[in-house]
Structure formats: C-alpha cells, structure tokens
Nanobody
Framework: QVQLVESGGGLVQAGGSLRLSCTVSGRTFSSYTIGWFRQAPGKVREFVAAIRLSCGITYYADSVKGRFTISRDNAANMVYLQMNSLKPEDTAVYYC????????????????????WGQGTQVTVSS
C-alpha cells in the first residue's frame, strides 16, 4: 500500500515558477514509477512527467519539455516537479501517482497504469 500527498500548488503569473512536492509513504519505494498528471475542468487527464525511482530515468510530455523538471530524493521519499516559464495553459489540478513495477511492460504515459493517487493540488497561472 502506498500513500501519496502533493503540496506546493498556488497562483503564479505567466513566466513564473512553482515547485510541487509529492511525499510517498510505503515500502519498496524504489520499485515504483512516480508520475505527475494534470487535469483541467472538462479536459482529459494529461501526462506531465514521470521518474523511475530505482534508476532516475525521466519522461516528459512534449508540452512541458524544457520547462519542467522532475526529480527524486529517495532518502526522503520525495518527488519534485519544478515548473518554470509557466503558461496559462498549464493551469490545472496536478496529481502525483505511483505505478507498481510489473513483470510485463506498461507505459508510464497513461494514467490507467498507475495504482495509487494523491489528492491533487491546484496550479493557476494568470496572464
């Protein structure tokens, strides 16, 4: 069982920065992939970034590549999403999620492959 808690959301002007944090509780921390997803009202849940805790390999959506950085601190059981050069279209509720390691391949890009979810944190970018 894994518990995820997000924090760090808020209101920021376009071009500004925010850092989101995800605290992960549970055993076998390094066996998970942690992903960030976002969802705006009336829109589908969108992949943002993910990191494999065991080796640190990262994945990014094209829309955030070069602006967002995902990182981990395994000793602290924390995952971060540094968001720079924010745009109004980044406005959404941001969720962190955990995908359990499987013996078969499952994509990090799809929310249906994740097993545990945090409560979400609101990010609002004004123009």
């Amino acid at each position: 069982q894994v518990q995820l808690v997000e924090s760090g959301g808020g209101l920021v002007q376009a071009g500004g920065s925010l850092r989101l944090s995800c605290t992960v509780s549970g055993r076998t921390f390094s066996s998970y992939t942690i992903g960030w997803f976002r969802q705006a009202p009336g829109k589908v849940r969108e992949f943002v970034a993910a990191i494999r805790l065991s080796c640190g390999i990262t994945y990014y959506a094209d829309s955030v590549k070069g602006r967002f950085t995902i990182s981990r601190d395994n000793a602290a059981n924390m995952v971060y999403l540094q968001m720079n050069s924010l745009k109004p279209e980044d406005t959404a509720v941001y969720y962190c999620a955990a995908k359990i390691r499987s013996t078969t391949y499952s994509s990090v890009y799809y929310y249906t492959n994740y097993n545990y979810w945090g409560q979400g944190t609101q990010v609002t970018v004004s123009s």
